[in-house]
């Protein structure tokens, strides 16, 4: 009978060891976050007309493979609008969908070029989402495999006529991604027109300045890539999946 306690007893310990979820929950709770998704459905998203049942929830958490059937927007986004925020969120790519010819992006977001001026791309294998905010397109937190590392927002970063401080504040100091099929977590904090990333621990990006960012809007998950003619996925595809998302609002 001691045998068997002892070995309910670790057993015990080994669940809990390996499910630190409602631990998490409990503190988001007491430090005033609220639950964007429930573990169950996707109540409080609203689901692309005619998704056909791609973003979907699987074993708990937001599953999506990228192949959306919707006609016009295939991204998923909250029912309910956001201003300054903290945002917390798990994420994970699911496996790579081809290669892509990556180009070298420069700590002060430019790209690197060879002596006569062509960028310089990798071909390795990517895949590519983001958490849109307040609803803007241009304000996406990026997830990928290039080697900058996922938290840049390329709408801000990539345009050729972005001011230098502006490039510079919205690309990723160092990259704190950890391999393809395992959880990284964001935790995204907006005030006003400014943006800091947080990805597993490590800052990524620090009071980024977004001109033009809208005051409020929607939490976006998005949709990148899907079938191409040929049948096959793009090399740039969002197979992803999302859990324990929390917010905290600031206004």
Not at 3 to 15: E, I, K, S, W
Not at 25 to 40: H, I, R, T, Y
Not at 72 to 90: R, S
Request: hydrophobic share 40%; proline share 6%.
């Amino acid at each position: 009978m001691k045998r068997q306690q002892m070995f309910l007893a670790a057993t015990v310990l080994l669940m809990v060891a390996a499910s630190p979820v409602p631990v998490r929950a409990q503190g988001e709770q007491e430090d005033g976050f609220v639950s964007l998704f429930n573990g169950k459905d996707l109540r409080g998203w609203r689901v692309p007309e005619g998704d056909n049942g791609h973003w979907k929830v699987v074993d708990g958490v937001i599953d999506y493979d990228a192949e959306s059937e919707a006609k016009g927007d295939k991204n998923l986004w909250t029912e309910k609008e956001y201003g300054d925020f903290i945002l917390k969120v798990d994420w994970r790519i699911k496996r790579t969908s081809g290669l892509y010819n990556v180009p070298i992006v420069l700590k002060n977001g430019s790209y690197l070029t060879d002596a006569k001026g062509r960028r310089v791309t990798i071909k390795m294998p990517n895949a590519d989402s983001g958490i849109f905010l307040r609803g803007f397109p241009r304000a996406q937190v990026n997830i990928w495999c290039w080697p900058i590392g996922s938290g840049e927002v390329y709408g801000y970063r990539n345009p050729k006529d972005a001011p230098a401080a502006i490039r510079a504040g919205v690309t990723p100091q160092v990259n704190a991604d950890r391999p393809v099929g395992q959880w990284n977590r964001f935790v995204i904090i907006m005030i006003q027109d400014r943006l800091t990333v947080i990805l597993n621990d490590k800052m990524v990006l620090e009071n980024a300045r977004l001109p033009g960012v809208p005051d409020r809007g929607p939490i976006g998950l998005q949709h990148h890539g899907g079938r191409r003619k040929d049948g096959k996925l793009s090399p740039a595809s969002s197979l992803m999946q999302f859990r324990n998302i929390w917010i905290k609002e600031l206004d």
